[in-house]
């Protein structure tokens, strides 16, 4: 089953399916939720890492990833759209998920859909496919409002399971900011100085919330998005170290190396040999 809304006139796109989406996605710029509605857990493969996707869970991925699906044997459902259909930053003060659901720089998002929360999901989704047969006046903006719905509830949840512990809005919206400024400027920015300078605020600042809030640094989110992007130009294109490093904003090739070494445990050189030729499920 697949139900997709389409406005040719502004490029708009937003979709459900329980099928194996098309590797078109990534030409369309679409960002994606990847929901295991089945009882068994169902392996897929984001960006080269295996992952087991638990029953009820949620996964959050944008068109930046190489995924690899094989849901032959489970009970996966997709939600696609793209920022034609609805835009996540420019309509940021409505779902708050920039930076958190989606583009969160090194890290996709997995949410547990708790018991007391299943139908409620599962009746949204047949409402959405429901209003994908209406026709007439209307029809886009309502398919514009439920998907709003299903992204603040899986927000909801991102704030419930992802970040540590904060009961302040405030704090979270910083460290979504963070996320996005340096999904923006990772190859330019290196210290938490230049983000800190972005946002007005101090470093000192910065580190705090996160100390307080994530299990990770400001400088660790940087460096994480940094050799994600690394192992994607190594797994995808011919590209040296060396102009990998450069093209990441790293002048000393050596820095580069150390830098990734540090993070990934192994050389470039050990990385992309012991990538290039793997299989699905054997990373």
Not at 55 to 64: A, G, I, M, N, R
Not at 101 to 126: A, C, M, T, W, Y
Not at 166 to 186: A, C, G, P
Request: proline share 3%.
């Amino acid at each position: 089953m697949e139900k997709q809304y389409v406005n040719s006139s502004i490029n708009a796109h937003f979709s459900i399916s329980d099928e194996r989406p098309d590797p078109a996605h990534k030409d369309k710029k679409l960002l994606m939720f990847i929901w295991n509605d089945g009882a068994e857990r169902c392996p897929l493969s984001v960006d080269r890492q295996l992952m087991h996707l638990k029953p009820d869970t949620v996964v959050c991925t944008t068109y930046l990833h190489n995924l690899h699906i094989d849901n032959s044997n489970c009970s996966l459902k997709y939600l696609q759209f793209n920022r034609e259909f609805y835009c996540i930053h420019t309509n940021d003060s409505e779902v708050s998920c920039n930076g958190l659901l989606f583009f969160g720089s090194d890290f996709v998002p997995s949410l547990h859909i708790p018991e007391n929360e299943k139908e409620s999901f599962r009746i949204l989704f047949r409402v959405l496919a429901e209003e994908f047969d209406t026709t007439g006046t209307g029809r886009e903006e309502m398919l514009r409002i439920l998907l709003k719905r299903f992204i603040i509830k899986c927000t909801r949840l991102a704030n419930d399971q992802i970040v540590k512990d904060s009961d302040k809005q405030s704090e979270i919206d910083m460290i979504r900011t963070f996320n996005v400024l340096v999904e923006e400027h990772f190859k330019t920015k290196k210290s938490v100085k230049e983000y800190a300078k972005l946002m007005y605020k101090s470093p000192k600042t910065i580190a705090n919330i996160f100390s307080k809030n994530s299990d990770r640094t400001p400088l660790e989110v940087i460096h994480n998005r940094v050799i994600i992007e690394a192992k994607r130009m190594l797994l995808y294109t011919d590209k040296t170290s060396k102009e990998i490093g450069m093209e990441l904003g790293y002048d000393d090739p050596a820095q580069f190396s150390k830098l990734f070494k540090k993070q990934a445990g192994m050389t470039t050189t050990e990385f992309r040999k012991s990538n290039t030729e793997l299989a699905y499920g054997n990373n």
